[in-house]
């Protein structure tokens, strides 16, 4: 007996008493005095165990059979055998359970008949720190979270890939792609779809990598503006989007979370499909797991409307989406970047032109521009001019003819005697100075 069925059993025996009426027993146990009155009568006829209720130890009648039990356990063991389900949880089974083999059971009882058959082991859930939850902006598009996880998703099947991602804070919201690196080009091309399919955010919240700020260069350099920002960051401010950085990862928690959740599934989910490469990746994020995320993850916003704003006109998203640097134009009317060499077109060329400070663009589809004054120039890719590899010279002997060994003897004794006869010279020229000495001598006449 339950320690309020104990109580009431203590109420009615003061009304079996006639300590109290059947009226204040109800009020003080927030009964009917009908309800009471009921009670009175299951004492009389069955005793203090009378109160207890009528279904206490029997089977329920919403408990799933035993065959479902069996055969969800089954399949469950068979799938984590074949090396399928080896790492599913209890949650993420029962979901395929439902929608494979339309077994349809809650992840807490899929989860102790796994730990009764002894394929799940219960874990005690730790926190280390913990962090108190920011609330959610109330419309959707005021924030967007903005991340890329760098994870194994092909499980070692093709080449390593990056996911940037993009959730909504007010409603979970996920729109994401597969690339094959994490450059600040990536990230304008992500930025752009989803500028182009919801419109513009009022803000998106990143952490601090060097993609979105930058270090600040000195106020004497003559390419420092006075807010300096990174290319991602110029874009943001040409598009009215106020950026914000998070200062810890647990501060933009909800794509942390949602990049979890996308390791554990998605991973999965991929190696269903036998994805190998980055086309295989990105259509099964876009035709399987984004619509599942937007239907399972997704939720209502606290107020109604849409806080994202179409694009302005008179903007230019190809422009504005592109790197940009400072350069100078050379008196051909020629600018060089990274290697590359320029030409100005002959009909755009205008006076002012050569030694000015321009700013050059570089779309995400390849093609350069230049900014000079209120003008957008296209540039021309400028051939390197050809070199001519010049031989180097090939010197040759002069030709001579071949001595005998006795003209080589009579030579080598000439030169002896030549040396003799300087020395001699010099000996009797003390006084004189040497440069004189050696004009002076009649053996450096002979010799040479």
């Known amino acids: 007996m339950s320690a309020k069925e ?23 146990l927030g009964l009917s005095v009908r309800w009471v009155r009921k009670l009175l009568l299951r004492l009389r006829a069955g005793g203090d165990a009378g109160l207890r209720h009528g279904l206490r130890g029997r089977r329920s009648n919403r408990k799933t059979s ?21 790492d599913y949880g209890p949650t993420l089974a029962a979901e395929e359970l439902a929608e494979q083999y339309g077994i349809t059971i809650s992840r807490e009882t899929l989860r102790q008949w796994l730990i009764e058959a002894k394929l799940w082991r219960a874990r005690r859930a730790r926190v280390e720190r913990a962090h108190v939850w920011r609330a959610r902006r109330a419309r959707y598009g005021e924030l967007v979270q903005w991340d890329t996880s760098e994870h194994d998703w092909l499980e070692g099947r093709g080449e390593k890939l990056y996911l940037i991602a993009m959730i909504d804070d007010a409603t979970s919201r996920l729109t994401a792609g597969f690339v094959g690196h994490d450059s600040t080009e990536e990230n304008l091309r992500q930025l752009g779809c989803y500028v182009k399919q919801h419109g513009r955010p009022v803000s998106v919240y990143t952490d601090k990598a060097s993609l979105f700020q ?8 003559r390419d420092a503006p006075e807010q300096q920002l990174s290319q991602i960051g110029r874009a943001l401010q040409e598009l009215n989007i106020e950026w914000i950085a998070a200062h810890s990862p647990q501060a933009k928690g909800r794509i942390e979370r949602a990049f979890q959740t996308a390791q554990d599934r998605r991973v999965k989910g991929l190696r269903q499909v036998g994805a190998k490469d980055l086309p295989t990746a990105n259509a099964y994020l876009q035709q399987v797991f984004g619509p599942l995320w937007n239907r399972r993850f997704r939720r209502e916003p606290q107020l109604a409307g849409d806080a994202h704003r179409a694009v302005r006109p008179e903007t230019n998203l190809d422009s504005v989406l592109s790197i940009r640097q400072s350069r100078t134009v050379g008196q051909d009317h020629t600018v060089r970047w990274e290697g590359v060499i320029y030409r100005i077109e002959r009909k755009q060329i205008q006076a002012a ?19 000079w004054r209120k003008r957008v120039l296209a540039l021309e890719l ?48 003390p006084h004189r100075p040497l440069w004189q000495a050696i004009r002076d001598s009649p053996s450096r006449a002979e010799v040479t």
């Not at 930058?214 to 350099?221: D, K, L, T």
């Not at 390197?384 to 031989?391: D, L, T």
């Open 214 to 221: 930058i270090a600040p260069r000195a106020s004497h350099h």
């Open 6 to 28: 104990r109580d009431r059993l203590k109420v009615l025996h003061e009304v079996k008493k006639r300590h109290i009426t059947q009226k204040q027993a109800a009020a003080e």
């Open 66 to 86: 035993e065959t479902v039990k069996q055969r969800a356990v089954e399949l469950y063991r068979q799938k984590k055998q074949a090396k399928l389900w080896h």
């Open 382 to 429: 400028c051939p390197a001019p050809s070199r001519r590899r010049v031989e180097p010279p090939v010197l040759q002997r002069r030709a001579t003819a071949m001595r005998s060994a006795k003209e080589k003897a009579r030579a080598r004794q000439r030169f002896l005697d030549a040396r003799r006869r300087w020395r001699e010279n010099y000996n009797h020229l």
């Open 353 to 371: 032109m050569r030694g000015a400070r321009v700013q050059l663009e570089r779309r995400l589809d390849g093609s350069t521009w230049m900014h």
